[in-house]
């Protein structure tokens, strides 16, 4: 059974940094493009960044490029989310996904982690 | 910039059949691939439909997609007050190398 458990959110103040992490299991972590989707209280979803198998191909949500860097672990299974400066606007529950090989579809949702930026 | 747009909302009878539709602003949305998204209240989102219209395994066929041009619709038959939740189309943008989500359509199954 493909599991994504999303943990690290907190409520943190305005600028202020914190560190998402996925812990993956039941498939081949390896073989797979990750990514970051956030949904605000009430909101859509929305795309953050996504990193391919290997760290060789890195993308971002222009709101949240040069602020946030994505990268991942294979040893150890594990996906992360490093985001700095946060904004008021960051807060969202952020969900981990897995993307499907070989077609466009992003086939598997973690929980989610909920990030609460407020002074 | 792709922008995929959805009615905000729909609501319906047990039984009956409604379609979602979800249309394209970018000239690449002819090329793109589609997915629908089911989101139950408090709960992750699922994924419904793939590559405009296949099913993952488990997906009861009550599920449709189909696509043309610049528009995609979703297709559940047969309504169910379990099948109240968002729905979200969304696309892999590869020029703009983002996925694209719509805004979402809040079924009420009444």
């Known amino acids: 059974e493909v599991r994504l458990v999303e943990s690290g959110g907190d409520l943190v103040q305005p600028g202020r940094s914190l560190r998402l992490s996925c812990a993956a299991s039941g498939f081949g972590f390896d073989d797979y493009a990750m990514h970051w989707v956030r949904q605000a209280p009430g909101k859509g979803l929305e795309w953050v960044s996504g990193?391919?198998?290997?760290?060789?191909?890195?993308d971002y949500t222009d709101s949240v490029r040069g602020r946030f860097t994505i990268s991942r672990d294979n040893a150890k299974n594990s996906l992360f989310l490093q985001m700095n400066s946060l904004r008021p606007e960051d807060t969202a529950l952020y969900y981990c996904?897995?993307?499907?090989?070989?077609?466009?579809?992003?086939?598997?949702w973690g929980q989610g982690t909920l990030v609460i930026v407020s002074s | 910039q792709s922008v995929l747009t959805q009615p905000p909302s729909l609501s319906a009878a047990p039984g009956q059949k409604i379609t979602i539709s979800c249309s394209g602003s970018n000239s690449n949305f002819e090329y793109n691939f589609i997915c629908w998204y089911q989101q139950l209240p408090g709960t992750a989102p699922k994924l419904l439909i793939y590559?405009?219209?296949k099913r993952p395994s488990g997906i009861p066929d009550r599920f449709s997609g189909s696509k043309s041009g610049t528009s995609a619709t979703l297709g559940i038959t047969r309504l169910q007050t379990g099948d109240e939740a968002d729905y979200y189309c969304a696309t892999w943008d590869s020029s703009l190398r983002a996925w694209v989500f719509g805004g979402g359509t809040k079924l009420t199954v009444l």
């Open positions: 590559d405009n219209y």
């Open positions: 990193i391919t198998w290997n760290s060789g191909r890195i």
């Open positions: 996904v897995r993307i499907a090989v070989a077609v466009q579809a992003i086939e598997y």
